[in-house]
T-cell receptor
Framework: EPEVTQTPSHQVTQMGQEVILRCVPI?????FYWYRQILGQKVEFLVS????????KSEIFDDQFSVERPDGSNFTLKIRSTKLEDSAMYFC??????????FGPGTRLTVL | DAKTTQPPSMDCAEGRAANLPCNHS???????VYWYRQIHSQGPQYIIH???NNETNEMASLIITEDRKSSTLILPHATLRDTAVYYC???????????FGPGTRLSVLP
């Protein structure tokens, strides 16, 4: 069964450093999403991406964040200058014609 | 904010049916009801969704009341591996993001 994959599973970085989280959505899916979940809190929407551009973003998704689909398979989330409060699980999701979103296993980001 | 209300936690005996309720009294006519679950810190897992008819798949059944203001997710024979946080979400179809609430923490007990 097709699935969303994410790398790395765990990323440790120093405050102020740039990180790139990678996702490979399900093939043939058209909509892509990033969510995050701070430990013990709710899953929060960050951004959605369709037709090579951002279709919607939340207040969390400020200028420090960017997304890109550099090729036909990868979907990336970049945080330019990480802060302590960026420590969280980051989930990628994708959806195709059925509109059900399928989530990846997540990347645990730890900012020291 | 989430448009749904769920009990914060529930227990269920292994092998018994788990019935998880959800209130969505402000649901609009073209919004679907989705159920996801999250086991520990894994990515949310899709379970089932519906508009107004009851739905069943290999994982669960979804019962939506006639007025669509509430629904129940039924896991017919709960196992220990069904211990997770279950999220009930209402949303418009096609492209819109999901708004997760705190969900119901289901504990399946041996």
């Amino acid at each position: 069964e097709p699935e969303v994959t994410q790398t790395p599973s765990h990323q440790v970085t120093q405050m102020g450093q740039e990180v790139i989280l990678r996702c490979v959505p399900i093939s043939n899916h058209l909509y892509f999403y990033w969510y995050r979940q701070i430990l013990g809190q709710k899953v929060e929407f960050l951004v959605s991406f369709y037709n090579n551009e951002i279709s919607e973003k939340s207040e969390i998704f400020d200028d420090q964040f960017s997304v890109e689909r550099p090729d036909g398979s990868n979907f990336t989330l970049k945080i330019r200058s990480t802060k302590l409060e960026d420590s969280a699980m980051y989930f990628c999701a994708s959806t195709g014609g059925t509109d059900t979103q399928y989530f990846g296993p997540g990347t645990r980001l730890t900012v020291l | 904010d989430a448009k749904t209300t769920q009990p914060p936690s529930m227990d269920c005996a292994e092998g018994r049916a788990a019935n998880l309720p959800c209130n969505h009294s402000t649901i609009s006519g073209n919004e679907y009801v989705y159920w996801y679950r999250q086991i520990h810190s894994q990515g949310p897992q899709y379970i089932i969704h519906g508009l107004k008819n009851n739905e069943t798949n290999e994982m669960a059944s979804l019962i939506i009341t006639e007025d669509r203001k509430s629904s129940t997710l039924i896991l017919p024979h709960a196992t220990l591996r069904d211990t997770a946080v279950y999220y009930c979400i209402v949303r418009l179809p096609y492209g819109q993001n999901f708004v997760f609430g705190p969900g119901t923490r289901l504990s399946v007990l041996p």
